[in-house]
C-alpha cells in the first residue's frame, strides 16, 4: 500500500510541473507591451582593482555598475509576464549568449529560458571560469562552475530549484560580474540604457507584469493588454 501511494504521489507530483509548462503556439492576437523603468536616486556602483591579466582586462580599476540610472532611465532590469501558460514561441531567448571579451560580461544582464541552455563564449586569450549561481533569498547556491581556458563556446544548463534570479561571476577575475533571470515564459525584456522595453506577441487579456532589478528588487502591476499597450515602473532608494 506505501509503495502504491508513493508511486500515485510521484505520478501526481510529474503530471501538476508538467501541466504548468508553457506552451508555446499560435497566438490569437498581437498584444504588445512598451514603457520605461525608472529611477529616483543616484546610480550606485562599486570599485574593484584589475589585478591579473592587465594586457587583456586593462589597468586600474574596474567600476562595477549596480544600479545604471542616467537621467532617471534605469537600465539593466528585466519587465516580463508573470504566470501565462500558453503564447509565443521562445525566439531568441531559447538560444541566449553571455561573452566574456575583455575580461567583462557582455551583457551584464540577460534572460535566460528556465530549464534551457545559455552559450558561454570566451572571446579572450585568457582562462575565465565562469560561476553560476543560484540567488535563494541570502543563499546562493552553485549552478555550474566551469573553466574556460580557451576562446569559443560552451553550453550550460539553466537548472534554477526555487527562483528566477542567477548571479555570474568569473572566479579568475573577481572584477567580472553579471546577472541573468531565468525566465518561465518568452515575455520578457531587459531594460535598455533609456529605461525603455517591449513585449510583443501577447494574446488579448489581462495580465500581470513584473520589473524586476537584481539590486532593487521587484514591482508589479496589473495590464490589460488589447492591441498596443503602455506600463511605466518606477523605483526609488
Known amino acids: 500500500m506505501r509503495k502504491r501511494l508513493a508511486l500515485s504521489a510521484a505520478l501526481l507530483a510529474t503530471f501538476s510541473i508538467g501541466a504548468l509548462a508553457y506552451e508555446a503556439g499560435a497566438v490569437s492576437g498581437a498584444g504588445k507591451v512598451t514603457g520605461k523603468v525608472s529611477f529616483?536616486?543616484?546610480p550606485v556602483s562599486k570599485k574593484?582593482?584589475?589585478t591579473k591579466n592587465n594586457e587583456v582586462c586593462g589597468t586600474g580599476e574596474r567600476e562595477?555598475?549596480?544600479v545604471d540610472a542616467r537621467g532617471g532611465a534605469l537600465a539593466g532590469a528585466v519587465v516580463y509576464?508573470?504566470?501565462i501558460e500558453k503564447g509565443k514561441a521562445?525566439?531568441?531567448?531559447?538560444a541566449p549568449v553571455l561573452n566574456q571579451q575583455g575580461c567583462r560580461f557582455a551583457p551584464a544582464a540577460l534572460v535566460v529560458k528556465k530549464g534551457g541552455e545559455v552559450t558561454v563564449r570566451?572571446?579572450?586569450p585568457v582562462l575565465h571560469n565562469i560561476h553560476a549561481y543560484e540567488i535563494i533569498g541570502a543563499v546562493r547556491r552553485t549552478m555550474f562552475n566551469v573553466g574556460q581556458p580557451d576562446k569559443g563556446d560552451m553550453k550550460q544548463p539553466i537548472k534554477v530549484r526555487r527562483g528566477n534570479v542567477i548571479k555570474i561571476e568569473?572566479?579568475?577575475h573577481d572584477f567580472m560580474h553579471a546577472w541573468a533571470f531565468a525566465a518561465e515564459n518568452p515575455y520578457a525584456a531587459v531594460t535598455k540604457e533609456d529605461g525603455s522595453f517591449a513585449i510583443d506577441g501577447l494574446p488579448d487579456g489581462t495580465y500581470e507584469v513584473k520589473a524586476w532589478h537584481p539590486v532593487l528588487g521587484e514591482k508589479s502591476m496589473q495590464v490589460t493588454v488589447k492591441g498596443a499597450t503602455t506600463a511605466s515602473f518606477e523605483f526609488s532608494r
Open 170 to 172: 568569473c572566479d579568475a
Open 40 to 42: 529616483k536616486g543616484a
Open 48 to 50: 574593484l582593482p584589475i
Open 122 to 124: 570566451n572571446s579572450d
Open 81 to 83: 509576464v508573470a504566470k
Open 64 to 66: 562595477i555598475v549596480e
Open 90 to 94: 521562445w525566439g531568441t531567448l531559447d
